[in-house]
DNA sequence: GCAAGATTTGCACACCCTGCAAGAAAAGGT
DNA sequence: ACCTTTTCTTGCAGGGTGTGCAAATCTTGC
């Protein structure tokens, strides 16, 4: 078996020095927070927390989740429109217990006071949309390199502003921000078309 | 009069310590360039280089370029379509002596060895990302808050692909990064619009 | 059990970044 | 030209950050 226990104690240990981070930030403020304090509350040693985490801001983001193997198969051969298609890929990632809706709210919360933060999150939509790029050149095979730069990123930036809904708590559930925002995006383009 | 020796002084000194940087970076690999050496290179004081830059990625990347006051008029106040104003506001933003292109293309060129850099570059995206949204939000009264931020990001990821392309240097003018770009865009909505 | 490999930890050390205060330089008024 | 105000530069002190290394401890596969 490759490692079972280890595993689940290594994300454990993940989840638990993010969470320990985001508690010390909520209640200290996110810049008065010290790798050290962060160290303490998580029951770590300093240089274990540098074993998980490159740095404070980091750890308050959490490890990237990707897409499953099975999101992405099922997009790459799927035969429903390009926007049922992209709903379920959204829906099945967002839904994963990696992607923990707690932690993304407070994150986002701190990143009004540590703009830091908000990068590290593009830094994982940026990871994101390279797997986009890379599934949406499987499903689109006729389309050149730079047309499926731009849709990668609009898909993340719907992705985004979908996590962005359903973090903020004002929508209950992920599959209503999903589909509302994509249903934005296809307005969207059918305004560009007619200005045109 | 508002201290003209002085701040043309200050964005001197601060383009000699992007120089610095880059040159330094080119020579030895960004991870190895300390501060001291930038420092020393720009030949000011390392206290003196934290006062123009937060650190050594904020050195590489340089100031953020602002749209100009009369680009953000010209689009507001436009009458031609979407795509043409988009693409006048775009040009006119990159022609801008602000827009450094052998810089833009060291800082992309270096950002494969320093994630970090291309965080930065985004973050600059993300400050014009905003101006966008209120140049929209006037342009476009009528449109929700939702699709608009959803519009900003479409636009601005049309606008950092035309940068890389100008920057790597495949095309010689901006203007025709600018349009071939946005030219694929438009084709991407109709793309989605016929597919719906 | 036991050998191989992974994880935790302390320690040392270089680097990062900031507050502070003194001194140099420029701006603006007289 | 002189003086005042404002801004910029610099050194220094000091705490926080992040990494290499090696010893100790724990898991895993056999």
Redesign the interface.
Known sequence: MVSSLRSRRRRQTARDIQAATLRLARRHGFDVVTTGMIAAEAQVSVRTFFNYYANKEAAAVGETPEFSDEAICAFVEGTG???DDLARLMRTHLIQEDVNRGAIHDMIALSEEA?RL???F??HL?VLRSSVASILSHRLPETDA??L???S??VI??L??AVQ?WAAQDEKDIGTCVDA?LE???????L??E??
């Not at 995006?185 to 059918?190: D, Q, S, Y």
């Open positions: 429109s390009l926007h703009p908000m990068s590290l593009e830094d940026r730079l047309t730069d731009l849709l990123q609009i930036a719907a985004r502003q809904l925002t934005r995006l296809t307005a969207l383009c059918r560009v078309c200005t045109e």
